[in-house]
């Protein structure tokens, strides 16, 4: 499962992100290999999410380069600098993230074959037919295909945040991005969520980076688990190192907290 490429998937380079005077990233430098499964835990308001964001382009850094399978993502090269990237350069160097978020982000008009259908058929150009047969084999994947034609209203939680994860996989995406997707979830209905999601690591193909609450999936899924706190790496390492034997006090302290409950 673990990945050997040499050049990161993604690379963060000295990123800071502000939100007027607080700061939420600061001068970080983070990267993810190709196919490597990361799992960022930390306190609220540590910064894990804005991670996500900055990088799905929903929040521009204030400073630093972000580098995805290769490109800038916030930049783009004119002759030997990098300048700010224009809406064309974004949009070709995100199309290789894919995103899953907390509350779902479906179209409620639209059927569950037609969220996965959208995206393809609008931004990849791909024609209807090939997009609804990939759109049915991504649904039997993440065990809907008889929901096909049901809208979101109809649909449980659960059952909405697999169809969002079939919507994000039919971009064929290298990279997945996964934001505290069970956190609006009821209980019962989490653990059909993380299968897929175990299923998808399982199969190694994507570079996945997850923030997530469950510390014990984070555990089983990750090749590596990041500790970050006050928008900075704290530690990270194996996940039987940072949950088995944190170095750092900070971290000691988050998981003597977390995982008491």
């Known amino acids: 499962m673990q990945a050997n490429s040499s050049a990161p998937i993604v690379r963060f380079e000295n990123v800071t992100k ?34 996500l964001r900055v990088l799905m382009t929903l929040e521009k850094p204030n400073d630093g380069v972000i580098w995805v399978n290769g490109e800038p993502l916030w930049h783009q090269k004119s002759g030997d600098k990098l300048v700010p990237a224009s809406e064309k350069h974004l949009r070709k160097v995100r199309g290789s993230i894919g995103m899953v978020f907390q509350h779902f982000n479906l179209f409620p008009h639209m ?59 039919a971009m064929r995406p290298k990279v997945m991005l996964f934001d505290e997707v069970t956190s609006a979830l009821d209980p019962e209905l989490v653990g059909e969520v993380l299968n897929v999601i175990r299923e998808l690591a399982e199969e190694g193909e994507m570079a996945m980076l997850l ?46 907290a977390v995982l008491r409950h």
Do not use: C, W
Not at 24 to 43: N, S
Not at 129 to 148: I, M, P, T, W, Y
Not at 238 to 256: L, Y
């Open 18 to 51: 502000s939100f007027g005077e607080l700061t939420v990233l600061r001068q970080l430098d983070f990267d993810v290999a190709p196919a490597e499964k990361v799992t960022i835990v930390g306190p609220s308001g540590s910064g894990k999410t804005t991670i």
């Open 111 to 169: 059927t569950a074959l037609r969220n996965v259908t959208e995206a393809p058929i609008h931004v990849l150009k791909m024609p209807k037919g090939d997009a609804e047969q990939r759109a049915v084999e991504l649904l039997q994947k993440v065990g809907l295909s008889d929901k096909l034609g049901h809208y979101p209203s109809q649909l449980s939680g659960g059952q909405k945040q697999r169809v969002a994860i079939a919507r994000a996989l």
């Open 211 to 256: 923030v997530t609450h469950e510390m014990g999936f984070a555990r089983e899924v990750s090749d590596r688990v990041v500790f970050f706190d006050k928008g900075r790496v704290v530690e990270q390492g194996p996940p039987e190192q940072i949950f088995g034997s944190p170095q750092n006090e900070r971290t000691k302290a988050f998981f003597n």
